[in-house]
């Protein structure tokens, strides 16, 4: 016990001394979390649109006037040919163009029916997807209103009408920011947990201190041990700075239980903490630790659900995803925070994460040799 606590002693004095792993250890949790659910966002607004209107009646005005006082579109060219309006969108100074026919508002109320062209830059294809979707919307709904003030309704309606009531659960406002907070503070606890206990075993080798602890009495899981807790601690440290940041800048607070979260980030930690000794175990140099670490971070993310959702991959990469230890804390983190889920709801996460927190460490223990 005496010789873990020595060891314990070492570790913390070591990381306090580097002033720049305290930087990042706390102030750039602070900073992602601050930046990052605004920059990572799929509400798309200020769509730039350039508008062909050959008709300018009043009717082709009150669509144009929907699209941009809906709030996503933003009118930033006003073209009198297509092939102007086309011209502007290969500059990339529109996104979307919408055409309205000569006639439009003749046809609309002698015919019932006319037709609006819209055309969308689809480099990328998820804005383009959406932009046409808002629009689409918009104008059905301007065209229910034209309807409406054409079509007189009789006193009994015979025609049956469906009243639709929604809800929404969890995340009453929709608001994405509910959504991505919970995933961010999950990849914050991976940084710290993973990056830094990678490069931990590496550091002693380079500066040759490896070679005393080595030909010391010190035991294999004492040595384990002695790079895990730190690093632990860190990671729920830094955990509770999320917490308090999500709480003071979006006015979120968990549904569920704290302890419920702290204790899964514990043992998730406890298992990454894992991995990323057995990684530096294996890598001669911090450069092979931070390549090999950054590989495994950059699948965890993409493989995480923390931008796109797991059910949208491809059916192998959803078979990936179950043995990604980041996807677990993303959807426990949503859980608690969203739903209040308790242990009982997550009793399947638990135990997967504490088989991931047996194997990696024990891998890590059978690994390290004292012959390093």
Known sequence: MRTLKFLLKKEFLQIFRDKLILRMIFALPVIQLIILPYAATYEIKNI?????????????????????????????????TYAYALDQVEKDKADLIVEIPEGFERDLIREDETKVLIAAN????????????????????????????????????AIPVIDITSSNWFNVQMDYKYFIVPGILALLVTLVGFLMSSLNIVKEKEVGT?????????????????????????????????????????????????????????????ALLGFGLLTSI??????????????????????????????????????????????????????????????WDLRYHFLIITVFAIVFNGLAIWKYKKTI
């Open 210 to 270: 490896i070679e005393q602890l080595n030909v010391s009495p010190i035991k294999k899981y004492q040595f384990i041990l002695s790079k895990l807790i730190p690093f632990w601690v860190l990671g729920l440290f830094v955990l509770t700075i999320g917490f308090l940041i999500s709480f003071i800048v979006y006015g979120i607070c968990p549904a569920g239980s704290f302890w419920v979260g702290y204790l899964f980030a514990g043992i998730y930690l406890i």
């Open 48 to 80: 730039t649109l350039s508008v062909v209107d050959h008709d300018h009646s009043e009717y082709s005005r009150k669509l144009i006037n929907n699209l941009t006082a809906s709030g996503y579109f933003l009118l930033v060219d006003y073209s009198k």
């Open 282 to 343: 294996y890598a001669d140099t911090q450069q092979q630790a931070m390549f090999i670490s950054y590989f495994f971070m950059l699948i965890f993310i993409l493989l995480g659900g923390l931008f796109a959702p797991i059910e949208n991959m491809p059916g192998w990469a959803q078979y990936l995803t179950y043995v990604n230890p980041v996807r677990y804390l993303i959807e426990a983190m949503r859980m608690i925070v969203l739903k209040g889920s308790g242990f």
């Open 122 to 157: 689809a480099i990328s294809g998820q804005t383009a997807g959406l932009a046409v979707a808002y629009a689409n919307s918009i104008i059905k709904d301007f065209n229910n209103d034209v309807r409406s003030q054409w079509i007189q309704q009789p006193r009994l309606n």
